[in-house]
C-alpha cells in the first residue's frame, strides 16, 4: 500500500516544486514507483519534468471534475520509474467549479484512493494558498510535508498553516500526520539561515528533517532545461542533499532502501 504526501506552504517561493519533482526523481531511481500529482495551476511540477504544458488534454482538472478516471490521467516521465498526473492553467476554475458540489473536499481523495496500490509514493505538488486545492490534497493525504526556506520570513504564516492541517485533521483527515519541516534554500555563509535552522529546531524539534536543501545553482537551472536535478547534474550538491532526503523519508517509513 502506497502513502500519499502532499507537499504543502501558503507561502510562494520556498520549494515546494523544486522539492516534490527532486523528491519524486530521488525515490525512483532508488527503485521505488512514484506518482507525482501536480495540483498547481501553474504547472510548474509538470513543465519541471520535461512536459509541455500546452499539450496537456487531460489532468489534475478532469481528476478533480471526476471527468476522468485517474489512470486515464497519467502519463510516462523520462525520470525513471516516475509517473505523472500534469496540471494546466484550466486548474484555475477548480476551485469556483467546485464550490457548489457535496464533498468538495473529497474530490482527489475519492479519485486517487484506487492508485495506492499501484505506487510506493504518490507525492502532490501543492498550490501557494489555502484554498480548496490544497485542502482536497491534504484530505487525500497521509501525510503533509512542509517545505520553509531559511529566510527572514520563514516562520511567517506556519502557524496559519498547522492551524488548517489541525483543521483537516479533525474534520476531514484524522489519519494526516505531518510528514516533516524541510529546510530549503540554506546558506551556511548568511547568519540569517543559522538562525532560522535554529528557531525551527528550537520550536519543532523531531518534525523537521535532519536533510538540509542548501541554495545550489544546478538546483535553478534544472527546471530550464525540463530536467530534474538527478537527471540534469547527478553529482551537484543539490542531487546529494535529496537523495539523502528520499533515504531519509525511506528510513522514517521502514521501508527497504
Known amino acids: 500500500m502506497g502513502k500519499i504526501i502532499a507537499i504543502a506552504n501558503q507561502k510562494g517561493g520556498v520549494g515546494k516544486t523544486t522539492t516534490t519533482v527532486n523528491l519524486a526523481a530521488s525515490l525512483g531511481v532508488l527503485e521505488k514507483k512514484v506518482l507525482l500529482i501536480d495540483a498547481d495551476p501553474q504547472a ?8 509541455d504544458v500546452e499539450s496537456v488534454e487531460i489532468g489534475t482538472y478532469q481528476l478533480l471534475e471526476h471527468t476522468a478516471s485517474a489512470e486515464d490521467t497519467i502519463i510516462k516521465t523520462d525520470s525513471p520509474n516516475v509517473d505523472l498526473i500534469p496540471s494546466h492553467i484550466d486548474l484555475v476554475a477548480i476551485e469556483i467549479e467546485l464550490v457548489d458540489k ?5 474530490m482527489m481523495k475519492q479519485a486517487v484512493q484506487g492508485l495506492k496500490d ?13 484554498g480548496l486545492l490544497t485542502l482536497n490534497a491534504l484530505t487525500a493525504a497521509d501525510s503533509v510535508m512542509i517545505p520553509i526556506q531559511c529566510e527572514y520570513f520563514a516562520l511567517e504564516g506556519l502557524g496559519k ?14 489519519d494526516l500526520d505531518i510528514e516533516g519541516m524541510l529546510l530549503t534554500m540554506y546558506d551556511s555563509r548568511l ?28 538546483l535553478s537551472e534544472a527546471p530550464s532545461y ?3 536535478i538527478i537527471k540534469y547534474d547527478a553529482s551537484s550538491k543539490g542531487a546529494a542533499n535529496y537523495l539523502n532526503l528520499a533515504n531519509e523519508i525511506l528510513t522514517k517509513n521502514k521501508a527497504e532502501v
Open 44 to 51: 510548474n511540477a509538470t513543465s519541471g519534468l520535461g512536459i
Open 102 to 106: 457535496d464533498q468538495r473536499e473529497y
Open 118 to 130: 499501484a505506487y510506493d509514493y504518490i507525492l502532490i505538488d501543492c498550490a501557494p494558498s489555502l
Open 161 to 174: 498553516l498547522l492551524n488548517t492541517v489541525k483543521s483537516v485533521q479533525k474534520i476531514h483527515n484524522t
Open 191 to 218: 547568519r540569517l539561515s543559522n538562525q532560522v535552522v535554529e528557531e525551527v529546531k528550537k520550536h519543532f524539534s523531531d518534525m523537521v528533517f535532519d536533510t538540509i536543501i542548501q541554495r545550489n545553482v544546478k
Open 226 to 228: 525540463g530536467e530534474s
